[in-house]
C-alpha cells in the first residue's frame, strides 16, 4: 500500500527490507476516495487509512518495473478496479500484464476500503477467483518457463467459519502462500476516539495482537508447509519474532514506519 506505482521499490530494499511489494495496482487509473484519507491515531501508534486503491494503473507501474536492472526480490500486489463489472478478469489481467517482472504476486482481496472487494473472500467467490488467477499464472509459466508464486491477502476480521472456508480453498487450488493480515474495520481498545471515528482500515500498533491471532488460526488450518507472510502491527525486532513464532515464514511492515521512522525495517 505503500509504493503504489512502483516509483521506489529499489530504494526500500536499500533501508533493509529483503523483500518489497509493488501496489496495490489496478487496470485502469483511478484516484481512489476522497481526501483526507489517512489518519494518525498517535496515542494509539495506529493508522486510518481509506486510500481506495489509488494508481496510476498497470501500464504505469509495469513501465517503471520493466526498467529495473537489479535482482532483489520485488511482488506485485494486484487489485480491481472500484467500477470493474468483472473483477476476478482485473486479478487476471493483472497476473498476465506483470508475469516478466513480477518475483511473487499478491491477490489483494481483502482491502475494506474498495465497496464488495471482500465479498471475494466467501467460498464460492474466492474459489472461482482462485481458479482464474492460477490458471492464468500456469498458462503464463508455460510460456514463460517459470513459475511465479502467488499470495492471497486475507482480513483480519474473519470469523471461524470464514478462516475454515479460506484455508480448504487455499490447499485445494494449490495456492502459494497467504498474507495475514490487511487492515481491520474494529475500533476495540482504542484511546484516540476522536479519529477513531474515521471511515477505513485501522493498522499500526492496535492492529498487531488481531492480526497475529488469525495468523496462528490459519497456521494450524493450513499446516506446516504453506508459506504464510505475517503482516500488521511490526513495530520492531521482537515483534517481528511473535509473528514467526504464531507461525509467519516471513514478514512485512509498513504503517509503524509512521511512528518508527525509515530505520525500523534495518
Known amino acids: 500500500g505503500y509504493d503504489k506505482n512502483a516509483e521506489v521499490p529499489e530504494a526500500l530494499l536499500r533501508i533493509g527490507f529483503g523483500f518489497t511489494e509493488i501496489g496495490t495496482v489496478t487496470p485502469k487509473p483511478q484516484s481512489g476516495n476522497p481526501r483526507p484519507r489517512i489518519f494518525r491515531l498517535v496515542e494509539d501508534e495506529g493508522v486510518i487509512n481509506r486510500l481506495g486503491f489509488n494508481n496510476e494503473g498497470h501500464d504505469a507501474a509495469f513501465a517503471r518495473l520493466v526498467g529495473i536492472r537489479g535482482n532483489g526480490i520485488i511482488g506485485v500486489n494486484i487489485g480491481a478496479n472500484k467500477d470493474s463489472q468483472d473483477r476476478i478478469d482485473d486479478y487476471v489481467k493483472g497476473i ?24 471475494l473472500q466467501a467460498r464460492e467467490s474466492l474459489s472461482a477467483l482462485l481458479s482464474a488467477v492460477l ?10 518457463g517459470r513459475k511465479i508464486p502467488v499470495f492471497l491477502k486475507i482480513a483480519p476480521d474473519l ?41 477505513g482500515g485501522l ?11 488469525v495468523l496462528a488460526k490459519m497456521r494450524k488450518r493450513v499446516g506446516p ?38 530505520g525500523l525495517p534495518g
Request: proline fraction near 4%; hydrophobic fraction near 40%; glycine fraction near 8%.
Open 135 to 144: 490458471e492464468a499464472r500456469d498458462e503464463e509459466a508455460a510460456r514463460a
Open 159 to 199: 470469523t471461524e467459519e470464514g478462516m475454515d472456508d479460506i484455508a480448504a480453498e487455499a490447499l485445494s487450488h494449490a495456492l502459494d502462500g497467504l498474507i495475514v493480515s490487511n487492515t481491520t474495520l474494529s475500533r476495540e481498545g482504542l484511546k484516540d476516539q476522536r479519529q477513531a471515528k474515521e471511515a
Open 225 to 262: 508447509a504453506l508459506p504464510i507472510i505475517g503482516v500488521g502491527g511490526l513495530s520492531s525486532a521482537e515483534t517481528a519474532l511473535e509473528k514467526i513464532k504464531a507461525g509467519a515464514d516471513l514478514v512485512q511492515l509498513y504503517f509503524c514506519m509512521v511512528y518508527e521512522g525509515p
Open 96 to 119: 498476465r500484464r506483470f508475469y516478466s517482472v513480477a518475483r511473487y504476486f499478491t491477490a489483494n482481496i481483502s482491502s475494506p476500503n474498495t465497496p464488495g472487494l471482500r465479498d
Open 203 to 213: 493498522s499500526g500498533r492496535p492492529l498487531f495482537e488481531k492480526s497475529t491471532v
